[in-house]
């Protein structure tokens, strides 16, 4: 048994731990919060983004453009998002292994990765990077999107790569994350799905047919040059907005995850120091039972 002494400077070192974790979980609450609420609003910026672009899909009967185009085969880029810090519980490791699932399954393989956990994990792996980020800010801005749209632009269009997907870390609650595998090149199966959209629209304005025109669902576009030159800008602002919001959905959710974690570990913390009390009152008791047993019998051998 450990005599009183240890067990006193495991409580103590329990102690000191918990206060860091007490302390981290604060920060990543305040932080979360901020992080929630421009996750928040950047969705219906986003919404109506996809809105217009559905728009655009439904109502341009041949839909041409260089981020449009299918290629067999090739080279396939995937943006990898994690954080660059640990301690957020399984955050970081549930990407890198549905990223990992892709590496595995694809021949050529190519990662765009953002946050330092990625970054090393590849890189041991020696997995092909071809461009990292680290020491992310906790608000990703507009811009640092932006840039990362013009390169996957770049690489997509210069036919470096056939296909371009993200991995990031979806923002449900403080204690639900979930990961999501995002296609944003070619932007095809959205066009697919702009088309189902835009026949039921048809079949609605057919039923409406003998409404009045303010009541109909469906709305032709005139478009201004000409719909080449609209998806010159919707398609590119698209990609922005959507690589954007993944980054912040990504950072609410690692303040999430690191917030939840930290809470359990002050909880267990709070376990460990009550075990460890009871474990010191009962060397303490033994302690004196010995002390007492010592006392006794030196007086019975004096008699």
Do not use: W
Not at 10 to 32: P, Y
Not at 115 to 143: C, H, N, S, W
Not at 235 to 264: C, H, W
Request: charged share 30%.
């Amino acid at each position: 048994m450990q005599n009183m002494r240890d067990i006193q400077r495991r409580i103590g070192s329990v102690k000191n731990t918990q206060k860091i974790t007490r302390a981290m979980k604060m920060v990543a609450a305040a932080k979360l919060k901020n992080a929630q609420d421009r996750a928040e609003d950047a969705r219906p910026f986003f919404n109506k983004t996809v809105e217009v672009l559905r728009g655009v899909f439904t109502r341009t009967k041949e839909a041409s453009h260089p981020l449009l185009a299918e290629r067999e085969g090739g080279r396939h880029l995937v943006i990898v998002i994690t954080g660059d810090r640990g301690l957020c519980g399984a955050y970081n490791h549930k990407a890198i292994d549905v990223a990992e699932e892709i590496v595995e399954a694809e021949e050529e393989v190519s990662l765009v990765v953002l946050g330092r956990k990625a970054r090393d994990y590849f890189r041991r792996r020696e997995t092909d990077i071809m461009a990292e980020y680290v020491q992310l800010d906790d608000y990703p801005g507009y811009g640092f999107a932006n840039n990362i749209a013009d390169e996957i632009i770049h690489h997509f269009e210069a036919e470096d790569v056939n296909k371009v997907s993200m991995v990031y870390t979806h923002f449900n609650s403080a204690i639900s994350q979930s990961v999501k595998t995002m296609q944003l090149l070619p932007v095809e199966k959205f066009a697919e799905e702009a088309e189902k959209i835009g026949a039921e629209e048809k079949q609605i304005e057919a039923e409406t047919a003998g409404e009045e025109a303010g009541d109909k669902k469906y709305v032709d576009y005139i478009f201004e040059p000409s719909p080449a030159e609209v998806f010159d800008n919707i398609l590119p602002q698209y990609l922005i907005n959507v690589i954007y919001s993944a980054l912040l959905e990504s950072k609410a959710s690692e303040f999430g995850a690191r917030m939840t974690a930290m809470d359990s570990a002050t909880e267990n913390a709070n376990e460990m120091i009550d075990k460890l009390t009871l474990k010191y009152n009962r060397a303490r008791q033994a302690e004196i039972t010995k002390e007492i047993t010592e006392i006794v019998g030196g007086a019975e051998a004096l008699k």
